[in-house]
């Protein structure tokens, strides 16, 4: 009776042992399902995570600051650059407006000065304004050297990149969960 006990006991720490191996899902795997839904002049177009890894992609300096004041940053991002984006939505024009929306139900609005790193809201450290800073709007897939973190916003998050060291932008814009863009 004993063996047959200890044998249970055995299976179901094993059970339990392999069970727990399985529940944990790396972001690889987490973002394998993700789609990105691109809509423009009545068609849609999915992406996938890795159809957005072959594009072009810059790569820069991020730092923002919240509505409350809280500063994330500064980091590392590497994205493709939304000129690109727009070039698979068959072009934009000066009256074009990209509409981004967060699986969460967040909603952000570039028109064609922002979508080309113009009219952004910049700041230094000290949160003095700064003028004509070059910002590089891009769908964000990574972030100091490794892929964003759900928590970060990932899979992919629209991120307010640039050259410099220490150029803040309101984080509004960085949305999260970038799940459809829509080109109006």
């Not at 691109?38 to 992406?47: A, F, T």
């Not at 810059?58 to 984006?85: C, D, H, K, Q, W």
């Not at 934009?92 to 922002?114: P, T």
Request: charged fraction near 20%; glycine fraction near 10%; include cysteine.
């Amino acid at each position: 009776m004993r063996h047959i006990s200890f044998l249970i006991v055995v299976s179901l720490f094993l059970s339990v042992l392999l069970s727990a191996g399985c529940t944990d899902i790396s972001n690889s795997d987490r973002y394998n399902d993700y789609n990105l839904t691109l809509s423009y002049d009545g068609n849609e177009k999915n992406l996938t995570l890795s159809d957005l890894e072959n594009l072009p992609s810059f790569a820069g300096n991020g730092y923002l600051i919240s509505t409350v004041g809280i500063r994330y940053g500064p980091l590392m991002g590497r994205g493709v650059p939304l000129t690109e984006v727009v070039k698979i939505m068959n072009g934009i024009n000066e009256s074009s407006r990209l509409y981004f929306y967060g699986s969460d139900g967040y909603l952000w609005v570039l028109d064609y000065d922002q979508i080309h790193g113009k009219e952004f809201i910049t700041f230094d450290e000290n949160l003095t304004e700064l003028k004509d800073q070059n910002i590089t709007p891009v769908l964000m897939y990574e972030q100091d050297g490794k892929q964003i973190t759900e928590e970060d916003g990932g899979p992919v998050r629209l991120a307010l990149l640039t050259e410099k060291n220490g150029i803040i932008t309101e984080g509004s814009g960085w949305v999260k969960w970038i799940s459809r863009i829509e080109l109006h």
